[in-house]
């Protein structure tokens, strides 16, 4: 069993930067693949990025490259989601998860945290 915990959304401008971070409970973190996702009102959840258990590697979606980064640390047992040049369309609440394997689809992943809200003004 995982639990996991979003920190760090918030509003901010448009062109501005955010850092999410996930905190995962376990002593198993280190060998889950880790996602990011997000929802916007009235759309479906949407991938974001993706990195393996090492951080070896990464998968961005085209909307968000050059961008955003993936990154972990396993030692701390967090995933961040660092996101830079934001735009209004970036609103959304940020969902991480965890599998077993990188993946871009929801059904891959097996625990989901709460969500954090980002909304990004023009």
Do not use: H
């Amino acid at each position: 069993q995982v639990q996991l915990v979003e920190s760090g959304g918030g509003l901010v401008q448009a062109g501005g930067s955010l850092r999410l971070a996930c905190a995962a409970s376990g002593r198993t973190f280190s060998s889950y693949a880790m996602g990011w996702f997000r929802q916007a009102p009235g759309k479906e959840r949407e991938f974001v990025a993706s990195i393996n258990w090492n951080g070896s590697i990464r998968s961005n979606a085209d909307s968000v490259k050059g961008r955003f980064t993936i990154s972990r640390d396993n030692a701390k047992n967090t995933v961040y989601l660092q996101m830079n040049s934001l735009k209004p369309e970036d609103t959304a609440v940020y969902y991480c998860a965890a599998g077993p394997a990188v993946a871009v689809t929801t059904d891959k992943y097996d625990y989901w945290g709460q969500g954090t809200q980002v909304t990004v003004s023009s």
